[in-house]
């Protein structure tokens, strides 16, 4: 069973970077497909990117040509940088893996854009 630990997240300021790291504990994390979530209190959680087992990925139109999603397999860790950064990216990021009916999140890390 794949578990899963976040890192990265903080305060910057707007147009600053971030790059988040997802380590994960377990075998077997290139058979799962990876992704980066966040949401804001009181909201439902939002898809931001996704990387298939094939390294195939998807944005959210908010975040396109801002946000780069990519794993490596050898050190069990699926990245989001974060560039550009926008004060409505502030949010809890959260990460998940997905195989089959199988799903499970990181306990999650805290973003906020401010100046």
């Known amino acids: 069973q794949v578990q899963l630990v976040e890192s990265g997240g903080g305060l910057v300021q707007p147009g600053g970077s971030l790059r988040l790291s997802c380590a994960a504990s377990?075998?077997?994390?290139?058979?799962?497909?990876m992704g980066w979530y966040r949401q804001l209190s009181g909201e439902q959680r939002e898809l931001v990117a996704n990387?298939?087992?094939?390294?195939?990925?998807t944005y959210v139109d908010s975040v396109k040509g801002r946000f780069t999603i990519s794993r490596d397999n050898a050190k069990s860790t699926v990245y989001l940088q974060m560039n550009s950064l926008k004060p409505e990216d502030t949010a809890v990021y959260y990460c998940?893996?997905?195989?089959?009916?199988?799903?499970?999140w990181g306990q999650g890390t805290q973003v906020t854009v401010s100046s």
């Open positions: 998940k893996a997905s195989r089959g009916l199988t799903v499970l």
């Open positions: 377990g075998s077997m994390f290139s058979f799962y497909a």
């Open positions: 990387i298939t087992t094939g390294r195939i990925t």
